[in-house]
């Protein structure tokens, strides 16, 4: 095998492992002589590819990786590809519809689409950024990730408080999240805004939760009835379109 192809090998395992791994570990799960490793390793620390705990003297991807992936999303143009989709949602369900993603630990809004009703009041805009525990796009992404990446947003486990039914148990917000990866849609129930609900569906590129699309709008329009026969039908559908589309993207 290459020097290439084993380095590819040695990226996917640290990508497997976000606690680090020994040089020992990863010569021993691959196969490769400890030699082989040391110099990959030698050149992937160079250039950013691959971090050492100086410490532990454990090895974890580096930040030049986080970089090509950001990239790589970069060139999907998630907000283009949805565009229509996010239309077309919005004329079947006569709410707003907007598209989030997770960017260091912050929500933000990246597309929206619908205007306000009267006696509707919500804060968010293209590029309005907030925590996000108590929104259903938030929940949505948070879903995506280990309880580890989750403390690291939330190191004390605080949560802020926004709307009435805000969770604010950082082990009931773990329970949420497992119910959102079980159901595939998150729903806010005047988490966020009092007087407000959202319901929000995951989008995936590959297998991987790159954003989320949500309706939002009055509880007195939406209702839990509603989104339980229409709303989440009609926001899964179109995040599935997105994905599928996200999914046929050349690189």
């Known amino acids: 095998m290459s020097t290439i ?22 010569s021993k799960s691959l196969g490769f002589p400890k030699s082989s490793v040391h110099h990959i390793l030698k050149t992937f620390l160079a250039f950013d590819f691959a971090y050492q705990n100086q410490e532990t003297r454990k090895y974890f991807l580096g930040l030049r990786c986080l970089q090509l992936s950001a990239r790589m999303l970069e060139q999907f143009d998630i907000r283009s ?20 993603t997770l ?15 009267p006696g509707l009041s919500i804060s968010s805009f293209v590029g309005w950024t907030t925590e996000p525990h108590a929104a ?19 190191p004390q486990k605080i949560l802020r408080v926004y709307g009435k039914n805000t969770i604010t ?12 990866r079980e159901q595939g849609y998150a729903i806010d129930d005047e988490e966020y805004y009092e007087g407000v609900r959202c319901v929000a569906a995951p989008i ?4 991987k939760i ?15 009835k509603r989104i ?19 999914s046929n993207v050349q690189i």
């Open 136 to 154: 259903a796009s938030g929940k949505v992404l948070l879903s995506e990730l280990s309880e580890e990446e989750i403390m690291n947003i939330y």
């Open 169 to 180: 148990d950082f082990e009931e917000l773990l329970r949420e999240l497992q119910l959102v």
């Open 103 to 117: 960017r260091s630990g912050r929500l933000i809004c990246i597309d929206k689409i619908g205007t306000q009703k």
């Open 228 to 246: 339980n026969q229409k709303l989440i039908f009609l926001v899964t559908a179109a995040a599935e379109k997105i994905s599928n589309e996200l």
């Open 204 to 207: 995936r590129a590959g297998k």
């Open 5 to 26: 192809g084993k380095g590819i090998q040695v990226l996917e395992l640290l990508g497997r492992n976000p606690k680090g791994l020994a040089l020992r570990d990863i």
């Open 81 to 100: 590809i949805a565009k229509k989709h996010l239309i077309e949602l919005n004329e079947k369900s006569a709410e707003i519809v907007q598209l989030y």
């Open 210 to 224: 790159v954003a989320a699309v949500s309706i939002t709008g009055s509880i007195f329009q939406i209702t839990m």
